[in-house]
């Protein structure tokens, strides 16, 4: 789908971003990882919310935004499990603790992009898209010297308009299929219990670099996945890069 950089807008980013914006105007536009037809006929493009695979391979991600209290902790447990996760991070955060930026990257994970600010990117133009992954990639590269070639967008939000501007910008949008939820008041065992019994092979899997739990449930969470046989690898190393498509239900599937 993405195989090669874009330096301008198609057309067709134009038209999507600018149904987009009507659509929202007239409130009858909304996401979902479902799909549906627009009011212009065009179907509802979807991110890659996991991947068909029949390898217990799976990947799990820590998005951050905010504090970083426990990075070097989460850094330190996944280097005893020897396990290579995705790092999402959004500009301000990257900009505020450059050298947690540069420790993940030189632990060997992978570094994702997650905006600027951390807008609800849904309801923004082509422009806008761009600048708000443009200000976090030129950070993230000016520290790690590697450019993210993977995007969550904040909330989850999405449209066909930032899906396109996106992979013009040489990006693969990155939802998740299981929630740990370890943002919420909810207790370690229970974000065990969580995401061991939702994981399935070809699963990505969020959770957030400052949650009050990580310490207790991530040792927890790697030791049964371990068990039961899954790999746990970055992102970029899951998902496929060309030849796919994504079914209804945000699924990246083999041509």
């Known amino acids: 789908m ?60 820590f998005d951050c935004a905010w504090g970083n209290e426990h990075t070097r902790p989460i850094l330190d447990i996944l280097d005893q499990y020897d396990v290579k996760t995705t790092f999402f991070m959004v500009r301000f955060w990257a900009v505020k603790f450059p050298e947690d930026v540069l420790e993940i990257h030189n632990r060997g994970h992978e570094i994702g992009n997650h905006s600027s600010t951390h807008p609800n990117m849904s309801s923004l133009s082509a422009e806008e898209i761009t600048k708000e992954l443009k200000g976090a990639e030129e950070v993230i590269e000016s520290i790690t ?30 939802q998740w299929d299981v929630d740990s939820l370890d943002w919420k008041n909810i207790t370690a065992a229970q974000i065990v219990d969580r995401v061991t019994r939702n994981v399935k092979p070809g699963s990505i899997v969020l959770f957030h670099n400052n949650a009050e739990h990580v310490e ?40």
Not at 147 to 170: H, M, W
Not at 239 to 254: F, L, P, S, T, W
Request: glycine share 10%; with cysteine.
């Open 216 to 255: 207790e449930y991530l040792p927890a969470i790697l030791d049964r996945l371990k068990s039961e046989g899954y790999q746990i690898v970055p992102v970029g190393d899951l998902i496929m890069k060309e030849n796919y498509h994504i079914d209804h239900a945000g699924r990246q599937v083999a041509d």
């Open 2 to 61: 993405i195989g090669y950089k874009r330096s301008h807008f198609t057309i067709k980013t134009l038209a999507l971003c600018a149904a987009g914006v009507l659509i929202l105007a007239a409130g009858f536009f909304g996401w979902s990882r479902w799909g549906f037809e627009t009011a212009f006929g065009e179907s509802k493009q979807l991110p890659i919310y996991s991947v068909d695979t029949d390898e217990k391979k799976i990947a799990i991600s």
């Open 145 to 174: 010297g590697q450019k993210p070639i993977v995007f969550r967008p904040p909330f989850g939000a999405y449209s066909n308009c930032l899906i396109q501007t996106c992979e013009d910008l040489g990006y693969y949008v990155i």
